[in-house]
């Protein structure tokens, strides 16, 4: 777009006043969208706080989205602007959770802890909302190369304010002492509503597995793709060397300071993935450059060859991997039990033969994660092909919850009617279940499926940008996969801004249309 000065210094044409003022509205949306993406890790803003009230999933990126929403969004529909072809499954998942919550009206749901289903459902359908404005302006906005890399750049100018917090935290917890200063404590106060968990960063995230969750499925898979193509927004030279190498080792050092173990897993499940691949196209290049020859003839060499360097990098992953396992169950007791959970099991099959999986879970410190997702699970059972609408499944808990369940302090404290915290499965994929059922259900996969297939179409493309993003995009998935077994929220924007700019790619290159 031409710039204001020069576009009204154009001669032999006069521009009306609405012309201006449309320019300048787009520059200040343009403008509010690098905001937004700045503050994505911001998860838990005070500011926020005092507009909507207290809760965990608070994101500073609320306030430009809701302006964007409104200044952008809605004029873009209402002049006919179209939706990618990638959101029919989002669109048909919207429908889908307006017809459970009104089906819910006619199931046996009593209101709990003071909660209403109206209420619940309002909130839930909001949160939603909030999810697919975060996704379709990330699809939208972005629809040129150079925008897609400014979004880029905005968002690793947010990775890098988190983390440089993180890396402060970070002085603290490795300092030996227990707890934080009061003055640092008060400090990060002022920004998130949570103080500092001890000996664990976090960022500006409300928890350090929100903040593991950010790295994993946003920031990590981009550097990681970036730093495989020899790529980088900030540089028009393709090399190994680049600020996206630099972020991706800061970013994998301060997820090992998260310890948060659902990170750690899907992390190793992505690196190993990646490894694998990696190595396998090294030790070929390797195997051939020793033999000096590309000839079928030498093919039974070469693959003895490259398998034997293959398994030689292998072990040396499995040893790093250990290394690392050892580090930090040094520093984290629930790490240290995961560690010795193998040679827990016969004493536990002997003392719990008919709870052995209830035991080994309350030994790991997940037994509380599993009576929930137990307990969200059967409302699924009850209602599989609509579920009990969108919020809703809480309203279920007093009735499913097990009895081993009551005997959890976390569980009893639930329970408790003064306890105004409502409950709810704490894992994604249980949630769709029961509160959208199998329609929900397979239209959230859908939606997942066919941002995968658009990403392998990007990944075999000359033009970098695209296999950067097609790359990262895949990644993303994957993670997007492991990871919702210990999320249940649709308002946290990592996951929706990493599809939405892996939709804005296809859109740009012309893979798929609107609709």
């Not at 991706?248 to 998260?258: K, N």
């Not at 030498?298 to 072990?315: K, T, V």
């Not at 016969?346 to 035991?359: D, I, K, S, V």
Request: hydrophobic share 55%; proline share 5%; charged share 15%.
């Amino acid at each position: 777009m031409m710039p204001l000065v020069e576009m009204m210094a154009t001669k032999g044409k006069n521009f009306s006043v609405v012309e201006r003022a449309s320019y300048l509205l787009g520059r200040a949306a343009w403008f509010l969208w690098l905001m937004l993406l700045i503050t994505i890790p911001w998860t838990s803003s005070r500011w926020v706080v005092k507009i909507i009230g207290l809760t965990p999933v608070s994101p500073l990126a609320l306030i430009p989205l809701v302006v964007l929403f409104l200044v952008w969004f809605i004029p873009y529909l209402l002049r006919g602007g179209k939706l990618p072809v990638y959101s029919w499954p989002l669109l048909a998942l919207f429908t889908i959770v307006i017809a459970a919550d009104a089906g819910a009206f006619f199931l046996p749901l009593e209101p709990f802890k003071g909660k209403a289903l109206l209420s619940r459902e309002i909130r839930a359908l909001i949160t939603l909302g909030i999810g697919l404005t975060f996704y379709y302006l990330a699809s939208l906005m972005p629809d040129s190369d150079a925008k897609i890399r400014d979004s880029l750049r905005a968002l690793y100018y947010g990775a890098i304010l988190t983390m440089a917090w993180a890396s402060v935290q970070a002085y603290f917890v490795l300092d030996g002492t227990d707890g934080m200063p009061y003055d640092f404590v008060k400090l990060h106060r002022q920004f998130v509503i949570r103080q500092p968990i001890g000996h664990r960063v976090s960022g500006l995230a409300f928890e350090p597995s929100w903040l593991a969750d950010q790295l994993v499925v946003l920031y990590l898979p981009l550097w990681f793709s970036s730093v495989i193509n020899r790529f980088s927004v900030f540089s028009s030279r393709r090399s190994w060397v680049s600020v996206e190498l630099f972020l991706g080792i800061w970013g994998i050092m301060i997820l090992a300071l998260t310890f948060s173990r659902g990170g750690y897993l899907t992390f190793f499940a992505i690196s190993w993935v990646l490894y694998l691949l990696g190595i396998w196209k090294l030790t070929g290049w390797l195997s051939r450059r020793m033999l000096r020859a590309n000839k079928p003839v030498f093919n039974f060499r070469l693959r003895a060859l490259q398998i034997m360097f293959s398994l030689i990098l292998i072990s040396v992953f499995i040893g790093a991997v250990g290394a690392v396992a050892v580090f930090v169950s040094e520093r984290d007791s629930r790490m240290m039990n995961l560690l010795g959970i193998p040679a827990q099991i016969p004493e536990a099959r002997a003392l719990h033969p008919g709870t052995l999986p209830f035991e080994l879970a309350r030994r790991l410190g997940i037994a509380e994660r599993v009576v929930f997702w137990e307990a969200g699970y059967r409302p699924f059972e009850k209602y599989p092909i609509l579920g009990v609408g969108l919020g809703n499944a809480g309203f279920l808990f007093p009735d499913v919850v097990t009895p081993s369940g009551v005997g959890l302090t976390e569980i009893r404290e639930m329970l408790d009617p003064s306890n105004s915290n409502f409950p709810n499965p704490k894992n994604l994929w249980i949630r769709l279940l029961s509160e959208t059922g199998i329609l929900g259900f397979s239209a959230f996969i859908a939606w997942l499926t066919l941002l995968g297939s658009g990403s392998f179409v990007l990944m075999r493309k000359d033009e970098l940008l695209f296999r950067v993003i097609g790359v990262s995009g895949a990644i993303a998935i994957a993670a997007v996969a492991l990871e919702n077994f210990s999320l249940d929220t649709f308002a946290l924007p990592q996951m929706w801004i990493a599809t939405g700019l892996l939709t804005a790619s296809c859109l740009q290159f012309g893979h798929k249309k609107h609709i």
